[in-house]
């Protein structure tokens, strides 16, 4: 699956991990995550594709004015 996607021109998944595509379906929103307001799949894989990590999400997040108190805890149980 992960092979396939690679292959996308836009947005480009080259290099991706598995928890990395979790990640981005996770921030844009889930039956687990209510997602961030402002933040969809595109924005989500922008985030994701530049910081990588949870944490560096997250301060990225932080930075960009976009981070709840409790988004941290709430993605963390949604992964």
């Known amino acids: 699956l992960m092979r396939d996607l690679a292959a996308n021109d836009s947005p480009s998944f080259r290099n991706w991990t598995h928890d990395m595509f979790v990640f981005m379906c ?11 307001p402002g933040v969809g799949i595109k924005t989500a894989q922008k985030f994701v594709r530049i910081h990588r990590t949870p944490s560096k999400i997250f301060n990225a997040l932080r930075a960009a004015g976009k981070m709840r108190e409790d988004l941290e805890q709430s993605f963390l149980n949604a992964y």
Do not use: V
């Open 26 to 36: 996770i921030l844009s929103g889930c039956d687990y995550f209510e997602g961030i």
